[in-house]
Structure formats: structure tokens, C-alpha cells
């Protein structure tokens, strides 16, 4: 029978690669993608749990999905709605309590288990849940073919969940206890995107530097840092990224890659949260700001070119002004190419929820915007810095103007430039002529290779 799908995502990287995910476990059961949902059989949010912002958003989608279900009615065209992710894994029953009229609500280790929930969807006189914590790794169920051809950037999940436990997180709720994919499959789904076009490949996990997975011949498991040496020789790709890393997992060997391994990129997101070290033991990070800075100048002795990026929360409990003040000290510091920054947000649950010393909301919000003001500042100072150098982009989308590509530098700025000969997914030496907000403007420039024009521009600044 053939139906259609649309899938609307929320939330991290790994929300992405799981929407991807679930239109290849349907595709065989006759789901094709559209667009919209007005076109669409099937509409799945896939959602975030993360903060109650990105939480309640969820719900004003679904008033949405219901109106279009009550004009669709009228044409005799029925409509199923599904919500997947990490709301749906928290919330379960209590999401079909809230929203009678959902029809299927599937937690984020159970996806490839939706054509089964549709058909029983079908059978049922209300909606059906499956939010399980199989003892099956869903990445063992899935087709391994892709029902949409990978883009020149692609992601690829080799670890998932998280046994931290920060006391502000969900995520070891939501996900579940950290798990890392077998490396003898990762290397396989790698090959396959290779070759359907993929010419870099961002490695996601919760935790994804904490990834241990089997190794193919049976012996130690393999490291992040392995499992990148590994990807490395893959003849076509031409970069490596990974993301998101705990300041405690990067491990020697992982730092002595960002050294080695020229294909893995000088750009890391290297999550810090608070520059003091009494928030960070509240929140239970298990590591002081003095080791952040000593991770920081070992990853910049190994690469020195490298730039960095970091989540922050502000106004987690008990944070004074003076707490606060040491974030903008740490941020001055390290100085970041790029940052996301939040405010701390109550999650049912989490143990920071229940902490005594909640801060004002009107604080936080002071607190927010000026460290948002000083994280722009340093984002547009980067961005300024790289106009006048030259730098290797990789090619991944057309632009609006004919000729026009978009591509990303090594750390990844948009760039557009003229480029009407040079096909998608080529690596070309770019000179920066200009930055805008979030972008930049670029010219194709022949010289010295690329890597080691990068490195040059770097040992000239440092
Ligand atoms: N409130 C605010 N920000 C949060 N994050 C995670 N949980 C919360 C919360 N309860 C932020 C952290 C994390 C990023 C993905 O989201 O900074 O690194
Ligand atoms: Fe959440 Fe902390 Fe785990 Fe990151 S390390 S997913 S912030 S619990």
C-alpha cells in the first residue's frame, strides 16, 4: 500500500539521524516522504525532552495535528499521529492523558518497531504506546539501506545514553544507560554512506566520547580514538567530526588524535556548562574548571589551529553572582568560536529539580543575556579573524544565486562562494573575503594545499 510521511524534528543532532531513521524502517511498508504534513497519512513529531521549552512545544504542534485531522475528516482522508523521542519516552501514558487523540507514542530505543505499532494502531480502538528499553539494539533492526541518499555531511549514531547523571540532565532518563554500537557495524554504515555520497561524517553520541564498542575481531573494544583512525582510511571521506564530548572522556589517545588523524577536523564541542567550581560539583560534572583548562591546552598542543566550542547553563541552584562572574572569566579565557547557552530549566525527575536555592527567573534572564552578549562578541570576533585566510571548504548544497555553492571551513562557518564548475562535495582552497552574521563570503583560491595552508595560518597566529 503506499502512503505518505512526514516526519518534524526537534532537538539535538541525534534527533536528526533517529527521524532518518524512522522513515527507512517504514519506507519498506510503503511510506514515502512528502514535505508537509498536509500531505501526509502519517505525521511524527520527533521530540525533545531537554528543557520544559522544547517540552511544551511538543503540545502546541499536536493542537495543530488535530486541526488538520478534523479538516482532513471532511474529505474523508484520514490522518495518524505519532510522537516519538525523548517527550515520548518521559511522558508515555500520560502524553495519551494529555492528548487522547495521538495514535502511536514510540520512545527513542523502540523506532524500528513503528511498522508493527501502525498495524496495531489499525486494530486498536485507541492509541498505542512502546516505550520499552529493549534487550534488541534497534540499529540490529533496521534496513540497512537508506531510503533517502545521505547529504555530503551525514551523521552517524555510534553511541547512545548516558550513565553521568548531571543533575540537571534527562538524558540518562530519556535514553537510557550509555551504549556503544558494535565498531565492525559503524565502520559498515559508514562504507555504505561513503558510497551513496557522504563526504564527511559526524559521529553523534549522548556521551560520544565515552564509545567502547566491540571490536571486529573480537578483541579490545575500540575507543573513539581507534574507531576515527579506523574511519580515516576510508578512501572518499574527506572529515571527521564527533559530538558531543564530557570534558572527563577525553582520553589521551582521543587528543592525540586531533594531532594524527588529518581528517578529523580542528573543531570540537566540548560542553563546560559553569566556570565555577561549586555549580559544577551541584551539577554533578565530577571534574573542576582547572580540568576543563588543562583538557583545553592539551587538545590546542595537539592542534594547535583547533577551536572550540561549549554549552553553558546559567542560573543552575545556588549559582550567586560570583559563581556567574567566573563563567564570564572562563569564557574570556578559553575564548570559543561558537556557543549555546541556556537557562537552567526544572526538569521533573532530575535531582536539580528538587535542589533548595532556585534562582529567580528575572536573573537568570539578566544573567542569559549577558552571557550571550559576550559568547556573540567572541563568535563574531572568530568569524572576523578567518576573513583573509584560506581555507579548505567543503562543498554541500547549492546556493540561491546560479553558480552560487555553500559549503563549511573546518570549523564550521558557512561559506558561500561562486563555484559554477566545481560539483557538491568537492574540498576547495577558499580565501574568506567577508563575514556577515552568520555567514561568510568566499573566493576560490588555488595555492598550497589546503591542510597545510590551515596549519600555517595557525603556527603564523600562534
Ligand atoms: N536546563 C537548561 N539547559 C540544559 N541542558 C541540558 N539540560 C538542561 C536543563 N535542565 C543543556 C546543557 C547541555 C545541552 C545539550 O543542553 O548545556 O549540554
Ligand atoms: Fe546529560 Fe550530563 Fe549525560 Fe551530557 S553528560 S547527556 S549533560 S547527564
Not at 540499529?139 to 551523521?155: K, Q, V
Request: proline share 7%; net charge neutral; aromatic share 6%.
Amino acid at each position: 500500500m503506499s502512503r505518505t510521511l512526514f516526519i518534524r524534528t526537534y532537538g539535538c543532532q541525534m534527533n536528526a539521524y533517529d527521524s532518518a531513521r524512522m522513515a527507512d524502517a517504514l519506507a519498506p511498508h510503503g511510506f514515502a516522504s512528502v514535505e508537509r504534513p498536509e500531505d501526509a497519512d502519517l505525521v511524527i513529531l520527533n521530540t525533545c525532552h531537554i528543557r520544559e521549552k522544547a517540552a511544551e512545544k511538543v503540545y502546541s504542534d499536536l493542537g495543530r495535528l488535530r486541526r488538520l485531522r478534523a479538516e482532513r475528516a471532511a474529505g474523508g482522508r484520514e490522518l495518524m499521529i505519532g510522537v516519538a523521542g525523548c517527550v515520548a519516552q518521559a511522558e508515555g501514558r500520560a502524553l495519551l492523558e494529555r492528548a487522547p487523540f495521538v495514535d502511536l507514542v514510540v520512545g527513542p530505543q523502540t523506532y524500528h518497531r513503528l511498522p508493527e505499532l501502525v498495524q496495531r494502531r489499525l486494530r486498536s480502538s485507541g492509541g498505542v504506546i512502546d516505550t520499552d528499553f529493549p534487550l534488541e539494539s534497534k540499529f540490529d533492526r533496521l534496513p540497512e539501506e537508506t531510503a533517502a541518499a545521505p547529504g555530503i555531511s551525514a551523521f552517524l549514531t555510534v553511541q547512545e545514553g548516558c550513565d553521568k547523571f548531571c543533575t540537571f540532565c534527562v538524558v540518562p532518563y530519556t535514553r537510557g544507560a550509555e551504549t556503544s554500537r558494535p565498531a565492525g557495524h559503524v565502520l559498515a554504515e559508514a562504507r555504505r554512506l561513503v558510497r551513496d555520497g557522504a563526504r564527511e561524517i559526524v559521529l553523534l553520541g549522548q556521551n560520544v566520547n565515552a564509545y567502547h564498542g566491540e571490536s571486529p575481531d573480537g578483541g579490545n573494544p575500540w575507543s573513539l580514538a581507534r574507531l576515527i583512525e579506523a574511519l580515516a582510511d576510508l578512501a572518499g571521506l574527506e572529515r571527521i567530526r564527533y559530538t558531543t564530548s564530557h570534558p572527563l572522556d577525553m582520553s589521551p589517545d582521543l587528543i592525540d588524535a586531533h594531532a594524527t588523524v588529518t581528517k578529523l577536523m580542528p573543531y570540537l564541542h566540548l560542553p563546560v556548562q559553569s566556570g565555577s567550581d561549586a555549580v559544577l560539583k551541584a551539577m554533578n560534572r565530577r571534574h573542576a574548571v582547572d580540568d576543563y583548562r588543562r583538557t583545553v591546552a592539551a587538545l590546542r598542543r595537539a592542534r594547535p589551529d583547533l577551536a572550540l566550542s561549549s554549552d553553558f547553563i546559567v542560573g543552575f541552584p545556588g549559582e550567586t553572582d560570583a559563581d556567574f562572574e567566573l563563567t564570564l572569566a572562563l569564557v574570556d579565557e578559553i575564548g570559543f568560536a561558537q556557543a549555546f547557552s541556556f537557562k537552567y530549566s526544572r526538569r521533573p525527575g532530575t535531582p536539580g529539580a528538587l535542589l533548595g536555592r532556585q534562582v529567580p527567573e528575572p536573573l537568570k534572564r539578566e544573567r542569559l543575556a549577558l552571557l550571550q552578549e559576550r559568547l556573540d562578541r567572541q563568535a563574531d570576533a572568530f568569524n572576523r579573524a578567518t576573513v583573509g585566510r584560506r581555507l579548505p571548504v567543503l562543498l554541500e548544497r547549492e546556493g540561491r544565486r546560479p553558480g552560487q555553492k555553500v559549503g563549511r571551513t573546518p570549523y564550521l562557518q558557512a561559506v558561500h562562494l561562486d563555484a559554477p564548475d566545481v560539483p557538491l562535495g568537492m574540498v576547495v582552497p577558499v580565501e574568506l573575503v567577508s563575514a556577515r552574521a552568520h555567514s561568510l563570503a568566499g573566493a576560490i583560491r588555488p595555492g598550497p594545499a589546503p591542510d597545510e595552508a590551515v596549519i600555517a595560518a595557525a603556527e603564523a597566529v600562534a
